[in-house]
């Protein structure tokens, strides 16, 4: 079954440091996202693209957020100057379509900032 | 806006006996529900779905059913194994629109 692939799987980062968080969704998916997940809370939304660009995003995602498609197949998610509190698990997905069907959602990139 | 409320844990289980997760949800339109499950030091896994009213959606031994009259979408299992120990999250999306989930219960199922 095809599987959306998320590396790395943990990744330990000073306060203040860059990090980019790499996925590869599913190939014939048009529509990719972002949520996180802060240890012990609800899986929150913070960007979904299609087309090129945002489509939506959440208050969550500020300046400090980015995302890009730099090729064909990845979807990354760049934190500019990481703080302590995105310490997080990171999920990518991808749908096919923006209708009613379930995401494919990758097993997590978990950030720690120290 | 659109928001779930999923009953808290955590649940601790018998193995065998019968699991309810209760789940309700407010959204405007008409949502499809969606039950999650992460087991530990995993990813999120799609466990069962319903895109309208009075659909059940079923996996693994799980039921849930879409009911519009009472916002609910309740996850329920006859008989839990130790292998069902994980976190469960209800969530729901409208077309086109970004899931909303739920805090998650955990379920811990003891032999």
């Known amino acids: 079954e095809p599987e959306v692939t998320q590396t790395p799987s943990h990744q330990v980062t000073q306060m203040g440091q860059e990090v980019i968080l790499r996925c590869v969704p599913i190939?014939?998916?048009?529509?990719f996202y972002w949520y996180r997940q802060i240890l012990g809370q609800k899986v929150e939304f913070l960007v979904s693209f299609y087309n090129n660009e945002i489509s939506e995003k959440s208050e969550i995602f500020d300046d400090q957020f980015s995302v890009e498609r730099p090729d064909g197949s990845n979807f990354t998610l760049k934190i500019r100057s990481t703080k302590l509190e995105d310490s997080a698990m990171y999920f990518c997905a991808s749908s096919d379509a923006g209708a009613n069907y379930g995401y494919t959602f990758g097993s997590g990139t978990r950030l720690t900032v120290v | 806006g659109d928001s779930v409320t999923q009953m808290e844990g955590p649940v601790t289980l018998s193995e065998e006996a019968f699991l309810t997760i209760n789940c309700t949800y407010t959204a405007t339109g008409y949502p499809s529900l969606f039950w999650y499950v992460q087991y530990p030091g995993e990813g999120l896994q799609l466990l069962l779905k319903a895109t309208k009213a009075d659909d059940k959606g079923s996996n693994k031994g799980f039921e849930a059913t879409y009911r519009k009259e009472t916002t609910s979408f309740h996850l329920e299992k006859g008989s839990v194994q130790v292998s069902d120990s994980a976190v469960y999250f209800c969530a729901l999306r409208r077309p086109g629109n970004q899931f909303y989930f739920g805090t998650g219960t955990s379920l811990t199922v003891i032999p």
């Open positions: 190939s014939n998916h048009l529509y």
